[in-house]
């Protein structure tokens, strides 16, 4: 019990610091898709934040993980804001998951299951012409070293199939047309943490 509530007061401290990590790199950033929104696009953010995390930090026991899920959330929600992943979460996603995989030994492995996806996805980015983005591709490198493979080509297919329903469901709802650009990060950052806390 008092882990329990020990996770739940991390959840809430992080909840309310993640989202002030948030709102600094969104005051430094000239490349928001919606500067003018950033208000009314975050108002349920903490909530969010802090529901998600104190479920999820109750799911397991690892620090490591615990990152990860702080780490996820906040791109997931600065990318489901603004369409934006900041390298300053992408970059500290791959170093513990890199301390991750090294603990697990299993780096050597991850690291090349990282390289190989997002290669695959930094070709992808040029081949569509902005559709996808530097963050995506640093996003599925930092997966890459927390899954391995297996995992990866799991998150990338659930997470392109949710995506791509989602983004049917938002054009035959008139929110979206089909030159609109869709966030995939969010998915493939939730699929993550499937897999992740599955084992």
Not at 3 to 21: M, Q, Y
Not at 86 to 102: C, E, P
Not at 149 to 169: D, M, P, R, S, W
């Amino acid at each position: 019990m008092i882990a329990v509530i020990v996770k739940i007061f991390c959840a809430a401290i992080l909840s309310i610091g993640g989202s002030l990590w948030i709102n600094k790199l969104y005051s430094r950033s000239t490349e928001l898709t919606f500067p003018g929104k950033i208000l009314s696009r975050s108002r349920f953010r903490i909530p969010i934040l802090f529901v998600t995390q104190a479920i999820l930090f109750n799911m397991t026991d690892e620090l490591f993980l615990m990152a990860a899920i702080f780490l996820l959330m906040l791109m997931t929600v600065t990318d489901f804001e603004q369409y934006m992943l900041f390298d300053a979460m992408t970059v500290s996603f791959v170093v513990i998951g890199a301390f991750y995989a090294l603990q697990n030994s299993t780096l050597q492995d991850n690291f090349l299951a990282a390289a190989f996806g997002s290669g695959i996805f930094f070709l992808l980015a040029i081949i569509s012409q902005g559709s996808l983005g530097g963050g995506d591709v640093k996003l599925i490198f930092g997966l890459g070293m927390w899954l391995g493979a297996g995992k990866l080509l799991n998150v990338v297919l659930v997470g392109t199939i949710i995506g791509g329903v989602a983004a049917i469901l938002m054009i035959l709802a008139k929110k979206k047309s089909r030159k609109s650009y869709f966030a995939y990060g969010p998915y493939f950052t939730l699929s993550a943490l499937y897999f992740l806390l599955a084992g």
